[in-house]
T-cell receptor, first 117, second 117 residues
Framework: GAVVSQHPSWVICKSGTSVKIECRSL??????MFWYRQFPKQSLMLMAT?????????EQGVEKDKFLINHASLTLSTLTVTSAHPEDSSFYIC?????????????FGPGTRLTVL | AQKVTQAQTEISVVEKEDVTLDCVYE???????LFWYKQPPSGELVFLIR??????QNEISGRYSWNFQKSTSSFNFTITASQVVDSAVYFC??????????????FGGGTRVLVKP
């Protein structure tokens, strides 16, 4: 159990367009979902934390108007990169956690590679 | 503030050799979890193990073993008789509940393991 999917697995878009990435927990309900960004040969950087039905909590330095996060259900969270630019090109990874309120295991999706031309 | 340090950036071994990955952490919380994740070239993070701060019992699971020492704030990971398929980046991570921000996972910088045939 604890499978997380992401769609699409890769996307290429033109500068100025918006891209939506979906993150789904397939066999469990995810009270909390997280979005990370990873640059080549670097560690994961947390972008935001989202709880179902609540507004996302963004990390310092992450533009909430540029990276829109919606956690509409216990199995789905979406990240929309608005007006994407080449510097937004990166590997975006989501994770899902079964509980909130105490440390718990995060299960990760396979990631989405975004390339902005 | 929480911090995870993986001093080894890259380790190269020949197949069947043992590999030990170091992880040192900092936290002021008394309740926390420590994790090891594996990220193969495909990009998906694979959960390997979780240890809570009250459980210092070391564990062996197949070719993997873990050494948690609270006194030195270390959580080291060993692969015995390494195989080519073990080639990946390994991340150590810490999760402690921060009331204002929920459960945040702090990653170390990662250690790239290359197992040569």
């Amino acid at each position: 159990g604890a499978v997380v999917s992401q769609h699409p697995s890769w996307v290429i878009c033109k500068s100025g367009t918006s891209v939506k990435i979906e993150c789904r927990s397939l066999d469990f309900q995810a009270t909390t979902m997280f979005w990370y960004r990873q640059f080549p040969k670097q560690s994961l950087m947390l972008m935001a934390t989202s709880n179902e039905g609540s507004k996302a909590t963004y990390e310092q330095g992450v533009e909430k108007d540029k990276f829109l996060i919606n956690h509409a259900s216990l199995t789905l969270s979406t990240l929309t990169v608005t007006s994407a630019h080449p510097e937004d090109s990166s590997f975006y990874i989501c994770s899902a956690q079964k509980t909130s309120g105490s440390p718990d295991t995060q299960y990760f999706g396979p990631g989405t590679r975004l390339t902005v031309l | 503030a929480q911090k995870v340090t993986q001093a080894q950036t890259e380790i190269s071994v020949v197949e069947k050799e043992d590999v030990t990955l170091d992880c040192v952490y900092e936290t002021r919380d008394t309740t926390y979890y420590l994790f090891w994740y594996k990220q193969p070239p495909s990009g998906e993070l694979v959960f390997l193990i979780r240890r809570n701060s009250f459980d210092e019992q070391n564990e062996i699971s197949g070719r993997y073993s873990w050494n948690f020492q609270k006194s030195t704030s270390s959580f080291n990971f060993t692969i015995t008789a390494s195989q080519v398929v073990d080639s990946a980046v390994y991340f150590c991570a810490l999760s402690a509940y921060i009331k204002a921000a929920g459960n945040k996972l702090t990653f170390g910088g990662g250690t790239r393991v290359l197992v040569k045939p």
